[in-house]
T-cell receptor, first 119, second 114 residues
Framework: GAVVSQHPSWVICKSGTSVKIECRSL??????MFWYRQFPKQSLMLMAT?????????EQGVEKDKFLINHASLTLSTLTVTSAHPEDSSFYIC???????????????FGEGSRLTVL | AQSVTQPDIHITVSEGASLELRCNYS??????LFWYVQSPGQGLQLLLK??????LVQGIKGFEAEFKRSQSSFNLRKPSVHWSDAAEYFC????????????FGKGTRLSVIA
């Protein structure tokens, strides 16, 4: 089945630095990818929708200048947490929808997640 | 508005006992429903999904779920729970295609005791 890969799986950084998380669709092209954030013991909250070749669409309350999303190709979307602070520590998960019926129309494939810890 | 309610935050069952995790949804169109499982520190794994047809859906690891339109429910069941089933379970609803994400419930944490 379709695979979505995230990198890095774990990252620890100092407060004030920027961190980039990559999300790749390995065996399909994804014109749309979704970024979710999950705080400990909570559900997944949609942060933004990443569209290849255009600006991302952010959910209400998500700072677009803080969480920069770039979807430069059909297989790669990146999330950059700029000037990270301890409150940004979270589990970030990306997902991508395959447009191929053979891979399950409507199913979102999820990456393994990236755990960010800001000291 | 689209929403998913998982009424049970935490459930504890004995190994070998049956399990039912509840999920109710609110969705403006024909819902497409999913159950995902998440082990600690891991990503999401799809257990099963309902698009159309038979309302009883079989998934991986011996799980099944039944779509009941009249009750707006999509409860997850397993006849005999194994210790390895201990995890967080998320119900989600979404559209079949297009640039629409899934909406997730808050999750139910399953603990399995000997």
């Amino acid at each position: 089945g379709a695979v979505v890969s995230q990198h890095p799986s774990w990252v620890i950084c100092k407060s004030g630095t920027s961190v980039k998380i990559e999300c790749r669709s390995l065996d399909f092209q994804a014109t749309t990818m979704f970024w979710y954030r999950q705080f400990p013991k909570q559900s997944l909250m949609l942060m933004a929708t990443s569209n290849e070749g255009s600006k991302a669409t952010y959910e209400q309350g998500v700072e677009k200048d803080k969480f920069l999303i770039n979807h430069a190709s059909l297989t790669l979307s990146t999330l950059t947490v700029t000037s990270a602070h301890p409150e940004d520590s979270s589990f970030y998960i990306c997902s991508a929808r395959s447009g191929l019926a053979a891979q399950g129309v409507g199913e979102l494939f999820f990456g393994e997640g990236s755990r960010l810890t800001v000291l | 508005a689209q929403s998913v309610t998982q009424p049970d935050i935490h459930i504890t069952v004995s190994e070998g006992a049956s399990l039912e995790l509840r999920c109710n949804y609110s969705y403006g169109a024909t819902p497409y429903l999913f159950w995902y499982v998440q082990s600690p520190g891991q990503g999401l794994q799809l257990l099963l999904k309902y698009f159309s047809g038979d309302t009883l859906v079989q998934g991986i690891k011996g799980f099944e779920a039944e779509f009941k339109r009249s009750q707006s429910s999509f409860n997850l069941r397993k006849p005999s729970v194994h210790w390895s089933d201990a995890a967080e379970y998320f119900c989600a609803v979404g559209a079949r295609s297009g640039n629409t994400p899934l909406v997730f419930g808050k999750g139910t944490r399953l603990s399995v005791i000997a």
